[in-house]
């Protein structure tokens, strides 16, 4: 006897089989037990199993639950005064010099305390489970100091204690450089105890999964990128990389000679890095939002990706400052409108490619034997519509086999 027995439903299994890449079932039955998922298949393949709840579905579509693999969600304040600033013609510099930026976000983040810090992400927390998503990747990078940074990253945790949902806190330490150590010896001091305090700090306490940074002419060099490397490797933690946003800094062929995880952004990425990311498997992660945000010019070079075979994930990159973005479908959608993806793409780009780009693969993003049973329900006709609508919500939500 299962837990419980969806029927009456159309599936996108997200499991290529030869002929069908996104794995589609029609007129299925998904069996859930102890929160994991036992069985995907036909309706009178299932019938003769029995369960403690059924619910028929009518007709809707099942997806894996939507992972959002890149995010920055853990902050407090806003920037919509910088928004402002934008419409009115300042420059990324002039608003830096205005007090604004990454910076601005790191004074209000380090003022709060854990409480305020939590409810503070719980409202957009929340926002993207509405959007159907059940794997959030949250990422530190607003403390710029051991006790901030960490304090971020707890603050993801019990947000996955707290919410049905699945929490997976990146360390970004090397996200910007703080205003007294933008150069000199201060800048390599900053660098040095991202390698020598933040890391093992976070690995040692268990609270982050990886370490990401931040490799561009505003942020940090290729060289301090391979120490904070060096020292990510040392720690045991796998790494990802913000590379090729603005310019292209060779960023994700570095971050492919570390076996990344994935390359976020990518608009100026070169057939040199898209290679070298094929040939280890490190995941494209792009970020519609904070293209449209930025109103940037350069798409990623999808054709290229397509060429070499370089997976492609999804996300929104929720941020104040360059993707306030809380919806998924609408970053996928933005994928599909601004960047050429297919729905189809789009979807595995926030479900398996996803779950890729977090080592969790053998979990989430697709729907299997033993995967989590996190689970998307839409009231679609065609799973084509999933990349379609602008902003659309699931009809239901299913975390570890529970409706939340
Ligand atoms: N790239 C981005 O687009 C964000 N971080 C990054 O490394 C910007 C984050 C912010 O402006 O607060
Ligand atoms: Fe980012």
């Known amino acids: 006897m299962w837990d419980r027995l969806l029927t009456d439903c159309h599936v996108a299994t997200m499991t290529a089989i030869p002929g069908n890449p996104l794995g589609i079932m029609r007129n ?18 299932l019938a003769g199993f029995r369960a403690r709840e059924v619910t028929a579905l009518g007709g809707a579509w099942v997806t894996p639950g939507l992972v959002d693999c890149h995010t ?10 910088e928004h402002a600033m934008r419409r009115a013609g300042a420059t990324y510099e002039q608003i830096a010099e205005a007090g604004g930026g990454i910076v601005s976000t790191v004074s209000a983040t380090r003022a709060v305390n854990m409480e305020e810090l939590i409810a503070q992400s719980q409202r957009r927390l929340h926002a993207l489970m509405a959007g159907g998503v059940t794997t959030v990747e949250i990422k530190s990078g607003y403390g710029l100091d051991t006790a901030t940074e960490l304090k971020m990253l707890e603050a993801a945790k019990a947000l996955g204690v707290e919410e049905p949902v699945r929490i997976v806190p990146t360390l970004l330490a090397a996200h910007a450089l703080p205003a007294d150590a933008r150069e000199g010896p201060a800048r390599d001091a900053f660098v040095r105890m991202i390698c020598e305090e933040m890391i093992p700090a976070a690995a040692k306490s268990k609270l982050a999964t990886s370490v990401d940074a931040f490799c561009e002419t505003i942020a940090f060099t290729r060289e301090e990128v391979e120490r904070v490397f060096t020292a990510a490797r040392a720690n045991g933690l796998p790494v990802r990389l913000h590379a090729e946003q603005l310019s292209n800094q060779n960023g994700a062929a570095l971050a492919a000679s570390y076996k990344a995880l994935s390359a976020d952004h990518l608009e100026h990425l070169d057939a040199i890095g898209a290679r070298a990311m094929a040939a280890t498997g490190t995941i494209a992660v792009l970020l519609p939002g904070a293209f449209y945000s930025l109103n940037e010019k350069k798409k990623p070079p999808i054709d290229l990706l397509r060429k070499e075979g370089v997976p492609i994930a999804i996300a929104t990159d929720c941020n104040p400052g360059t993707s306030p973005l809380l919806n998924p479908q609408l970053a996928m959608n933005m994928a599909c409108a601004l960047f050429g993806l297919t729905s189809e793409e789009a979807l595995a780009g926030m479900t398996v490619n996803a779950a890729r780009a977090l080592g969790l693969a053998h979990e989430v993003g697709s729907l299997g034997p033993g995967k989590a049973a996190d689970l998307a329900v839409w009231g679609i006709e065609e799973l084509a519509e999933l990349g379609y609508w602008v902003g659309l919500s699931p009809e239901r939500r299913i975390f570890g086999g529970r409706d939340g």
Do not use: P
């Not at 920055?72 to 005064?81: D, P």
């Open 72 to 81: 920055h969600l853990v902050f407090a304040g806003t920037r919509a005064n």
């Open 28 to 45: 299925a039955a998904i069996g859930i037990d102890g929160g994991r998922i036992v069985r995907v298949g036909s309706r009178t393949e």
